[in-house]
């Protein structure tokens, strides 16, 4: 099994800035594409952004120049900055990541249990 776990969320002025950070662990054999994906209240989650082992990034349009993707291949962590934060980007975030176990050897899509990030205008 694999298991990913957020951190960074919180509550952030209009403006500010806020980092997530997601590890993950287990029986880890490889990970794969990892990405973080955004739910607010009376929506559908939504793709934020993924990035590639190679690093390879994609971006929701509309968030664009605002929130970059990162990741350290070597500690498993995948990382979303996020500036100029609106209160439309409100929402809880998780975490998502394709890995391969040890012990199954599949590839299987793993979520986070979620972070709430909160901007007041």
């Known amino acids: 099994q694999v298991q990913l776990v957020e951190s960074g969320g919180g509550l952030v002025q209009a403006g500010g800035s806020l980092r997530l950070s997601c590890t993950a662990s287990?029986?880890?054999?490889?990970?794969?594409?990892m990405g973080w994906y955004r739910q607010a209240p009376g929506k559908q989650r939504e793709l934020v952004a993924t990035?590639?082992?190679?690093?390879?990034?994609t971006y929701a349009d509309s968030l664009k120049g605002r929130f970059t993707i990162s990741r350290d291949n070597a500690k498993n962590t995948v990382y979303l900055q996020m500036n100029s934060l609106k209160p439309e980007d409100t929402a809880v975030y998780y975490c998502?990541?394709?890995?391969?176990?040890?012990?199954?050897?599949?590839?299987?899509?793993?979520w986070g249990q979620g972070t709430q990030v909160t901007v007041s205008s």
């Open positions: 990035i590639t082992r190679a690093s390879t990034t």
């Open positions: 998502n990541a394709e890995a391969v176990t040890v012990r199954s050897g599949l590839l299987y899509n793993y």
């Open positions: 287990g029986s880890i054999f490889s990970l794969h594409t």
